[in-house]
């Protein structure tokens, strides 16, 4: 049986889409199936990781939410579309797929202001896991609680909550763990990314896994060099002995059962 | 302090070493001789003063104090040098302190007798401006010195500070033999050793921000979670979970 695997993050900017891009494609070099779905519908982004652009991006999820196409028409296939990014060409061949929202100003503004059926989504979530006997499907949440956010919560097998070492993240972070309690969430890890590389990790993973009652995968660096990837291709299959990648390979790892 | 000592004093100094002999012998009669143990003030900052000091044996070093009342030294002078000698000039309060560092004697000439003297024989003056120049250069090099030293410090740069401390931890006297940039770090670097302190605070402060602080307002967790859970939504999502949870699990079999 697959498992739905949810990135959230309290804030934006936790780096929650870029996490989610590179756990998904350490899973498929595995050599396991997997779906990846962008549900922040109102700010899309984890596209550009996979080199998707409007003009090739074909149906999306906004379409299968207002019951236009069905899931299984907006699934985009990485394995065969992998490019010639240094990164991406590893997932030539692999069992992937993305579900990318529009980034379409108007579809977005279409969805902001009608929103749309949390089950919906649900369902098609469930068919799409069933339909390309998926092994993973890791969903991309809009940062915050809202309901889209909860329900992916609620479903989720594991559930990855992104943090930076801040105050507000800190803050906000507790509220997210208690939630997942709440929801019987059958396993919960935390990833601490953008840390100043001047703390002790371990120290880190040690007083916010005490903070929070819950399990550290991954305490990931601040590092310029992922700027300087820019928001295109994935960083951990460029650059795969870098910090940064091997901390997000150990998640991944825990993700599968591995680590 | 016999007449004879005190004329060959005057004779060996930089001011008065040319006068005629009989002109020595005159002023011999107006100096008044002071003799110190080592620690003792002969000139206190800001007191009123008409009157120089020239030494004949011992040294004394010359000193203000800091912000905290430290001690900072200025100079060390010894045996034929002149102490005291711009409040001489401008009549305004001592502008340093003037401690002995060993058993010391100088003698003492009033601004009177200086400007009787002074008038009969105005090369003097020529001699006076050289010592006061020289006195000038010297405070130049040593505020070029301070702000270097500031400069190192502002950088950063601790190393460099300590170890010229270090060198000259156990200096005592700094003889004016030595040139005046030489002098001049000597004397700061007792002030520098704050650079210590500083360094130490630095620190410290480091390894505070090395800790990451986790706190949590848990009161505020609270009412959050409560807001949530007791959305209508929240509610239908909780009862919902087994049956999503439960469907997905049919539909896979």
């Known amino acids: 049986m697959g498992k739905i695997v949810s990135i959230h993050s309290f804030r934006g900017g936790t780096g929650k889409s870029n996490t989610t891009a590179n756990l998904s494609c350490q899973a498929a070099i595995a050599g396991h199936r997997v779906g990846v779905v962008d549900t922040d519908i109102q700010s899309p982004g984890i596209h550009v990781l996979f080199g998707l652009d409007e003009g090739s991006m074909g149906h999306t999820l906004n379409e299968y939410l207002r019951g236009e196409c069905s899931i299984e028409?907006?699934?985009?296939?990485?394995?065969?579309?992998?490019?010639?990014?240094?990164?991406?060409?590893?997932?030539?061949?692999?069992?992937?797929?993305?579900?990318?929202s529009s980034i379409n100003g108007g579809e977005i503004s279409k969805v902001i202001k009608d929103g749309y059926d949390p089950n919906i989504l649900n369902q098609g979530m469930q068919s799409v896991m069933k339909s390309l006997d998926l092994d993973y499907l890791f969903i991309d949440t809009h940062p915050g609680l809202n309901e889209e956010t909860l329900l992916s919560i609620a479903i989720s097998d594991v559930l990855i909550i992104i943090l930076r070492p801040d105050q507000q993240d800190i803050q906000g972070t507790a509220v997210t763990v208690d939630i997942a309690r709440l929801l019987d969430v059958p396993k919960l890890y935390l990833v601490v990314n953008k840390a100043l590389t001047r703390y002790d990790?371990?120290?880190?993973?040690?007083?916010?896994?005490?903070?929070?009652?819950?399990?550290?995968?991954?305490?990931?660096?601040?590092?310029?060099?992922?700027?300087?990837?820019?928001?295109?291709?994935?960083?951990?299959?460029?650059?795969?002995?870098?910090?940064?990648?091997?901390?997000?390979?150990?998640?991944?790892?825990?993700?599968?059962?591995?680590? | 302090m016999d007449s004879e000592k005190k004329k060959k004093a005057l004779s060996r100094s930089s001011w008065f070493r040319e006068l005629p002999e009989e002109v020595l012998d005159g002023l011999v009669d107006r100096v008044d001789a002071h003799v110190l143990q080592k620690g003792d003030v002969l000139i206190r900052k800001n007191d009123l003063g008409d009157s120089v000091f020239m030494i004949y044996s011992g040294w004394v070093k010359?000193?203000?104090?800091?912000?905290?009342?430290?001690?900072?030294?200025?100079?060390?002078?010894?045996?034929?040098?002149?102490?005291?000698?711009i409040s001489l000039i401008d009549q305004r309060p001592r502008s340093a302190s003037v401690i002995a560092l060993s058993p010391l004697e100088a003698l003492e000439l009033k601004r009177d007798d200086f400007i009787k003297i002074l008038n009969k024989h105005p090369e003097i003056a020529l001699y006076v401006i050289i010592n006061i120049s020289e006195r000038m250069?010297?405070?130049?090099?040593?505020?070029?010195?301070?702000?270097?030293?500031?400069?190192?410090?502002?950088?950063?740069?601790?190393?460099?500070?300590?170890?010229?401390?270090?060198?000259?931890?156990?200096?005592?006297?700094?003889?004016?033999?030595?040139?005046?940039?030489?002098?001049?770090?000597?004397?700061?670097?007792?002030?520098?050793?704050?650079?210590?302190?500083?360094?130490?605070?630095?620190?410290?402060?480091?390894?505070?921000?090395?800790?990451?602080?986790?706190?949590?307002?848990?009161?505020?967790?609270?009412?959050?979670?409560?807001?949530?859970?007791?959305?209508?939504?929240?509610?239908?999502?909780?009862?919902?979970?087994?049956?999503?949870?439960?469907?997905?699990?049919?539909?896979?079999?």
């Open chain 2, 62 to 85: 010359i000193v203000v104090g800091d912000v905290r009342g430290e001690e900072v030294v200025l100079n060390h002078l010894g045996p034929g040098e002149f102490v005291g000698e």
């Open chain 1, 201 to 259: 990790f371990g120290q880190v993973a040690e007083e916010i896994g005490n903070a929070y009652d819950a399990e550290v995968a991954g305490v990931l660096p601040l590092t310029e060099d992922m700027v300087e990837n820019g928001s295109a291709d994935i960083f951990s299959l460029v650059s795969p002995d870098h910090q940064w990648s091997q901390g997000i390979t150990g998640v991944a790892k825990k993700i599968m059962g591995l680590g």
């Open chain 1, 73 to 100: 028409d907006v699934a985009y296939s990485i394995g065969e579309n992998s490019g010639e990014a240094p990164g991406l060409k590893q997932l030539a061949g692999k069992d992937m797929w993305l579900i990318p």
């Open chain 2, 137 to 253: 250069r010297f405070s130049s090099t040593y505020v070029e010195k301070a702000i270097q030293w500031s400069q190192r410090v502002a950088d950063g740069d601790y190393g460099s500070a300590s170890d010229e401390i270090q060198k000259t931890q156990d200096a005592t006297i700094v003889d004016t033999g030595k040139p005046d940039d030489v002098r001049a770090n000597r004397f700061l670097s007792s002030f520098f050793r704050m650079v210590e302190g500083v360094k130490a605070r630095e620190e410290k402060l480091m390894s505070q921000l090395h800790q990451l602080t986790i706190e949590i307002d848990q009161v505020k967790r609270d009412e959050e979670l409560d807001s949530l859970v007791s959305s209508e939504f929240f509610q239908k999502i909780k009862a919902d979970t087994q049956s999503l949870k439960v469907g997905r699990r049919r539909g896979d079999d």
